[in-house]
């Protein structure tokens, strides 16, 4: 009979051990896809192109335009003249507060290459 209390215990606690990574409580149903917990597990990008454009201008939080700067700087779309005229305009300290904003932004352009935004 201890065996088989034994036994439930631990079917108990792998049961709800499997349940807690998986979003239990959740009210979005998307968590519980398997391609959501793959691309978790991986660390895929679950932000779109238009939500890291979106990101880059966001005036509250400095971190998430470091954030969306480093991901558009990734993209070959993103190392052209519309971004690059907003990258080159994060590198002013009148304009962007934030050091780590100016040097990512910093970054992308020399990432572009190009020579209209070389110092």
Same mark, same amino acid.
């Given at each position: 009979?201890? =065996? *088989?209390?034994?036994?439930?215990?631990?079917?108990?606690?792998?049961? $709800?051990?499997?349940? &807690?990574?998986? $979003?239990?409580g959740?009210?979005?149903?998307?968590?519980? +896809?398997?391609?959501y917990?793959?691309?978790?597990?991986? $660390?895929?990008?679950?932000? +779109?192109?238009?939500?890291?454009?979106?990101?880059?201008?966001? #005036?509250?939080?400095?971190?998430? %335009?470091? +954030?969306?700067?480093?991901?558009?700087? %990734?993209?070959? &779309? *993103?190392? =052209?003249?519309?971004?690059?005229? %907003?990258?080159a305009?994060? +590198?002013?300290?009148?304009?962007?507060?934030?050091?780590?904003?100016?040097?990512?932004?910093?970054?992308?352009? $020399?990432? #572009?290459?190009? =020579?209209?935004?070389?110092?």
């Amino acid at each position: 009979m201890k =065996r *088989a209390n034994f036994t439930n215990l631990l079917l108990l606690l792998a049961l $709800g051990a499997s349940a &807690w990574p998986v $979003g239990c409580g959740s009210k979005d149903k998307s968590v519980y +896809t398997l391609d959501y917990q793959v691309k978790k597990m991986f $660390g895929a990008e679950s932000v +779109t192109p238009a939500q890291q454009a979106a990101m880059a201008f966001d #005036a509250n939080d400095p971190d998430i %335009r470091r +954030t969306a700067i480093e991901l558009l700087s %990734r993209k070959k &779309w *993103a190392l =052209r003249d519309p971004y690059l005229k %907003r990258f080159a305009q994060l +590198t002013k300290p009148g304009l962007e507060k934030d050091p780590s904003v100016r040097a990512v932004a910093v970054r992308a352009l $020399g990432k #572009a290459r190009n =020579r209209k935004y070389m110092p």
